[in-house]
Nanobody
Framework: QVQLVGSGGGLVQAGGSRRLSCAAS????????MGWFRQAPGKEREFVAA????????YYADSVKGRFTISRDNAKNTVYLQMNSQKPEDAAVYYC???????????????????WGQGTQVTVSS
């Protein structure tokens, strides 16, 4: 069993920056591909970013490419999402997720992830 605890959400002004963190329990964090998703009120959960287990590959939704950066520190069992140049449409509950499969394909699909964090709210004021 893996527990994911997301943090770092809050209020940010449009154009500002914020960093989300997701701490994972367990000793096999370095084996997991990690992803970030978000869900705004009345909308479906959408892919934001993902990183392969070894950090060699990262993937981004077109809407955040060039503004958001995913990173991980396997020594700290933590994955991060650095959000820059934030826009009002970035406001959502952000979820981190862990994928325990071998390989790192299909990381934009929520159904490949086994474990999910509780979500952290990001509000962007215009």
């Amino acid at each position: 069993q893996v527990q994911l605890v997301g943090s770092g959400g809050g209020l940010v002004q449009a154009g500002g920056s914020r960093r989300l963190s997701c701490a994972a329990s367990g000793r096999t964090f370095s084996n997991y591909n990690m992803g970030w998703f978000r869900q705004a009120p009345g909308k479906e959960r959408e892919f934001v970013a993902a990183m392969s287990w070894n950090g060699a590959s990262s993937y981004y939704a077109d809407s955040v490419k060039g503004r958001f950066t995913i990173s991980r520190d396997n020594a700290k069992n933590t994955v991060y999402l650095q959000m820059n140049s934030q826009k009002p449409e970035d406001a959502a509950v952000y979820y981190c997720a862990a994928d325990c499969r071998n390989g790192a394909n299909g990381l934009a699909r929520p159904y490949v992830y086994t474990y999910w964090g509780q979500g952290t709210q990001v509000t962007v004021s215009s």
